[in-house]
């Protein structure tokens, strides 16, 4: 598996750019979203067991492509995989956790429970989106939008992760991406679309509860820890696309498409 990820600021328009790119894309490319990845597997793998009634509607949904329940039922016949990857390959990926940990804990803006949750969110990112197509060895090109180090802090610094990216470069896993699209936008670009998000209802839960200091301040610390992020990456020689996201959207998708697709032939 090759990985590519979108980084950048939460909110900035990575799902939006990449729904664009999927829109562009040709009945020969090669590459899936991650979704569309699980999608593919639940499909095609021969689960474990095929007893009840929710594992048989959950196989009759697919085939049938009942797109609305689509995610639910795949995660119905995928989840009956965690425990076996977990005993797999959590030593592999057990370092991953640890910076996340404690990165997150270490941070006092957060309340406990939003910690809590957080940790959940990124566990089952770690597990859902990368651990289970490492277990079935899934050979496809997969683009994150939301990816591991994009949600993890700890990458924005050389001196946390750099042992640990050096590690999973030898053990082959598919934590270091093979590209990043990076995008980044004007501090007071990116603070209105925030707050416009809020009013609208689709703000991410932590900036709901920030007064407007605060907000601007988180802001201004997501723009850097992605600019951070790919500083560390650009170490490790990995290609990066630079899309700045005032420009329109369909612009920064066809950039994106192309870099994306040229990974199909390396």
Known sequence: ??????????????????????????????????????????????????????????????KLNLTKFQNFM??????????????????KYSDIVDIFLVALFKNDRINSIDKIRLAVFYFDLLLDNVMLFDYFKLNNIIVYDEGIIHNNSAFRSIEKSGKVLDNHIRKNTNVVPVGIIYCYMNLERYIKRRKERIIKGNGIFLDRKLNNFELEDLCRESL?????KINVLRLYKVPVLEIDMEEPVIDNAKKAYEFINGFQYD
């Open 1 to 62: 598996m090759k990985r590519i990820e979108f980084i950048g600021g939460p909110a900035i328009g990575k799902s939006t750019v990449l729904k664009e790119v999927i829109k562009m894309r040709k009945h020969n490319d090669c590459w899936k979203t991650a979704e569309e990845a699980r999608l593919y597997l639940a499909k095609t793998i021969e689960t474990k067991t095929n007893r009840g009634k929710l594992q048989r509607l959950a196989r009759i949904c697919l």
């Open 74 to 91: 795949a995660s119905i016949i995928l989840n009956e995989y965690k425990d076996t990857i977990l005993d797999c390959l959590h030593e």
């Open 224 to 228: 850097k820890s992605a600019k951070d």
